[in-house]
């Protein structure tokens, strides 16, 4: 039994809308702001000075007939929700557990995010151009491709058409937390080249909305427009087109339908139909061999840049940005005020507490990356476990430098500019208090007698991701660089 609910909006205009108990409050607000002028996507709802969930059916929403909503701006900037996309009995068995998981943001359109899912995966997946083959003459043996439609039920709604998936999550009421799509495809009667047609020509006519709701919404310069062709564009894909692999499967040909203008080639004698089309594997990806440096250790190589020009100073800026803003001065001020508090000084018991969580942190701390930066802007990577000491670290930047009857030292930057010792008791860890990621800075020593020098040794191996080439020259006066 329908019934009604009215929306009210700022200035006490109000509509009214319809219910049943299956119809969704997302469909309830888009209904009010067509009858009040306003754009649904900008909006939400409110009931008792409460949030209404829009994602719910009126059924669930514990709104009773004739209840008065508000209508609320909603947030513009797009908040994280966690999707996952339950695959059918099909499908299920290409990934672990039969599911999907991703982050996507609010704004974030269904068809979008069947093409990430898709991109993302590792194994051959497509939702959005599959297509079933059906033999639509047994005596001519003649078939058509038909496309098929990706069905998406999300609590309980079901959305199988064009129009349904280039909704966003947000117009779903789904504007946090985390929520479950399954996934099934329905056969359509559509041929598979005219359903392209129409997905391009829908994403030309969304193009050409979001273009004029941008010049509508924006008194700034005109801007570069990022369509939803565009995005679908640059998701990265092993295929060149989409729809090229399409999954078909063979159906029994129905009686009363006519013969298409593109069949099947014709087979002599009584040879049976030719097996339905099915995807093509890709290869397997090429998996690459880690360089090992001195004592068979991972190290990735970074050379330095061709260009003494940084490339940040490189990027135009706009004056504007470093101007300070009210705001930018409002917090300057906090700041002052709050460092011209009185703070109490920790006491004995909580500065060895302190001491006590910084050494049991270091305790867990199992490897640590150091990152070594020559003096021509170079730098080698390696991970360093809990056990190896100063002297290892001294050991391995020896090994990979020409010159290594140079002296030289390796300094790091914590309360001040320090050099590691040359110590084989003192581990990088549990006595330097090494962490996370390190930078060490490669210093030459007084004595040593080098002159443009590029520092590496020479390896040549495919798919570096930079090179220690070039061979050092040792003439010249000392401490060159």
């Avoid at 008194?219 to 565009?230: L, M």
């Avoid at 089309?277 to 190290?299: F, M, N, W, Y």
């Avoid at 940040?312 to 300070?324: G, I, Q, S, T, Y």
């Amino acid at each position: 039994m329908a019934s009604q609910v009215y929306v009210l909006d700022s200035s006490a205009r109000r509509a009214a809308i319809k219910v049943t108990p299956g119809k969704y409050l997302s469909d309830v607000l888009e209904e009010a702001c067509a009858k009040l002028g306003y754009k649904a996507s900008d909006y939400g709802l409110k009931h008792n000075n409460k949030p209404v969930d829009l994602s719910l059916p009126f059924r669930s929403s514990n709104l009773s007939p004739g209840a008065k909503l508000e209508l609320i701006l909603a947030s513009r900037s797009p908040s994280v929700v966690l999707v996952a996309l339950q695959l059918p009995q099909s499908l299920a068995s290409s990934v672990p557990n039969g599911r999907l998981v991703d982050k996507f943001p609010s704004n974030t359109t269904l068809w979008l995010i069947l093409r990430q899912f898709e991109s993302n995966g590792e194994a051959n997946l497509n939702f959005t151009g599959r297509g079933v083959t059906q033999v639509e003459n047994v005596a001519s043996r003649a078939g058509r491709i038909f496309y098929e439609m990706p069905v998406l039920n999300i609590v309980g709604r079901e959305l199988s058409t064009f129009e349904d998936l280039q909704k966003t999550l947000a117009q779903l009421g789904l504007n946090n937390g985390s929520t479950l799509i399954r996934l099934d495809f329905k056969k359509t009667d559509r041929p598979l080249e005219q359903a392209i047609a129409e997905i391009g020509q829908y994403f030309k006519e969304e193009e050409i909305s979001q273009v004029s709701d941008k010049a509508e919404s924006s008194n700034t310069a005109p801007k570069e427009v990022d369509t939803i062709t565009a995005a679908i564009a640059r998701l990265p894909s092993a295929e060149p087109n989409a729809f090229e692999d399409v999954d078909t499967t063979s159906v029994n040909a129905s009686e009363g339908t006519t013969a298409d203008p593109m069949p099947y080639p014709e087979t002599e004698g009584d040879a049976p139909l030719p097996a339905p089309v099915t995807p093509s594997k890709r290869p397997a990806p090429e998996t690459r061999k880690p360089v090992l440096g001195p004592d068979q250790r991972p190290i990735s190589v970074f050379s330095p840049p061709s260009n003494d020009t940084p490339k940040a100073a490189l990027v135009p800026h706009n004056e504007e940005d470093f101007e300070p803003t009210i705001a930018h001065a409002k917090l300057h001020q906090s700041r002052l005020l709050n460092n011209t508090q009185n703070k109490r000084l920790l006491s004995d018991a909580e500065t060895e507490q302190q001491e006590a969580d910084k050494a049991a942190k270091l305790a867990n701390t199992k490897e640590v990356s150091i990152k070594v930066r020559f003096p021509d802007q170079s730098t080698i990577v390696s991970t360093f476990n809990a056990q190896e000491t100063c002297a290892h670290l001294y050991t391995f930047v020896k090994g990979v430098i020409v010159a290594e009857n140079q002296p030289f030292k390796l300094v790091w930057t914590s309360k001040g500019s320090q050099t590691i010792p040359k110590d084989e008791k003192k581990k990088l860890i549990k006595d330097l208090g090494f962490e996370g990621r390190m930078l060490i800075n490669f210093v030459w020593g007084d004595a040593a007698n080098l002159q443009k020098l590029k520092i590496l040794q020479e390896v040549r191996r495919a798919g570096l991701v930079g090179s220690y080439v070039a061979l050092v020259e040792t003439d010249g006066e000392a401490g060159a660089l």
